[in-house]
């Protein structure tokens, strides 16, 4: 198997973007009948990055940048923490990835955080994601063999969120990425390298409450609005320092509200948007390949024109800021590039859970769209919480996708402690 395969396994055992996958070098042609049909996936390196990690979230239809805060915000909004209600907390998930489409690749999730104590109003955490792939046999190019590896990628966040007021916190994360996909020795002429990249989320969180009248009784809506500027960091490269990718530059923008109806039964809903900050493909020139290459043909054996794919190598920063209107197809592409996540939970006596959600992406763009379903449980000092995916689109590679996630009170630990 040859290093560009691998690297395809790579981007596509992370998004399942099972159309519009980019070689390693971000360039593909498509037809002219391609064009029309606008097909124009945004894909980056490590998009591991942006996979919801915990099984709430995750059966909320991956909405949660305005969440409350747990363990698992130390990805969706580090600024939340500041407004945590426990002192510390733990949280671990599990997730078969693909399970449908290839054995055994997994997605592993570690978060925590605590108070500091001189402050309350402060809170530190920090996390661990590890993905693997299984093992790969490595073959060359006729199918002779070349050994087996396990790829596999992680990331280590540390983060810092402080409340400003009542009704605002900040909050910062500083990460450290590696991705090793073929291993360190040649394989077909091609020494590849492990990718490695830091960067940073810079997060905000307000919260509120509005008074309502409902049935005639005065009732309180809690409110939260959440904004998460995520993964903004250095390119990265699995060859040489002129052939690097971006990372998966992602912002998360949503609102979260909250109903008690009465003592024992409540409600959350959430709404999330979410947009890749990394350039769009734009249309480059139109290049004749007729009669050059017998795999440049159409559906009847035609040699055709193609066009050619390419995007800018900007600085990260710039790039980030053009993804905002740099979509060939003008503003109505670019809206296309916007997900929208919608979730509704219901809880009841603080213990039980049942949740279920909505994510829409353009086609276009990637085409996931699926509905989600969860539930959880809470029990003194342990929680769990589970959610499984439903796609609208058949065979699809996240079909029955499954996340399971135990969360550790420490402050109900110590109380049972001391009792």
């Known amino acids: 198997m040859s290093i560009l395969n691998i690297l395809k396994i790579g981007f596509v055992a992370n998004l399942c973007f099972f159309i519009g996958v980019s070689q390693a070098d971000a360039q593909t042609t498509i037809s002219r009948s391609m064009l029309a049909g606008q097909q124009n996936v945004i894909t980056t390196a490590v998009p591991f990055l942006t996979i919801t990690p915990d099984s709430r979230r995750a059966g909320m239809g991956d909405a949660g940048v305005a969440s409350s805060a747990d363990a698992n915000s130390v990805f969706w909004n580090a600024a939340s923490l500041a407004f945590a209600d426990k002192k510390a907390g733990v949280a671990t998930s599990y997730a078969p990835w693909l399970r449908a489409l ?49 790829p596999s990628e992680y990331a280590v966040d540390i983060c810092y969120a402080t409340q400003l007021s009542k009704h605002w916190a900040i909050g910062t994360t500083l990460k450290y990425v590696n991705s090793n996909l073929a291993g360190t020795r040649p394989l077909n002429g091609i020494t590849p390298k492990v990718g490695r990249s830091g960067a940073g989320d810079i997060s905000a969180l307000y919260k509120g409450t509005l008074k309502a009248k409902i049935k005639g009784e005065k009732k309180d809506l809690r409110y939260t609005v959440g904004i998460n500027l995520q993964n903004l960091g250095a390119k990265i490269t699995y060859s040489d320092k002129t052939n690097k990718e971006y990372i998966p530059a992602n912002l998360k923008i949503g609102t979260a509200w909250s109903y008690d109806i009465d003592q024992y039964n409540s409600i959350t809903g959430m709404l999330d948007f979410n947009k890749l900050m990394v350039p769009t493909p734009g249309i480059n020139v139109l290049k004749d390949y007729t009669g050059l290459s017998d795999s440049l043909v159409d559906d009847n054996g035609t040699s055709v024109k193609v066009f050619e794919r390419t995007r800018s190598d900007d ?55 699926y509905a989600t379903f969860g539930f959880g449980i809470r029990y003194k000092v342990f929680g769990l919480d589970a959610a499984y995916l439903v796609p609208f689109v058949q065979r699809h590679p996240l079909q029955n996708q499954l996340r399971f996630t135990l969360i550790f009170d420490l402050d109900a630990a110590l109380e049972e402690n001391k009792k």
């Open 315 to 369: 600085p990260v920063i710039s790039s980030a800021l053009k993804s905002f209107y740099d979509a060939p197809g003008g503003l109505k592409e670019e809206l296309k590039e916007y997900n929208i996540s919608l979730g509704l939970e219901y809880i009841y006596a603080k213990q039980f859970f049942l949740r279920a959600g909505y994510f829409n992406e353009a086609k276009t763009k990637g085409n996931r769209k």
């Open 102 to 150: 290839v054995p055994g690749i997994s997605y592993n999730y570690l978060a925590g955080y605590t108070k500091i104590r001189s402050n309350q109003r402060s809170v530190i955490g920090g996390s661990f994601r590890f993905f693997t792939f299984g093992e790969i046999n490595f073959t060359d190019d006729i199918g002779n063999p070349l050994g087996t590896f396990k």
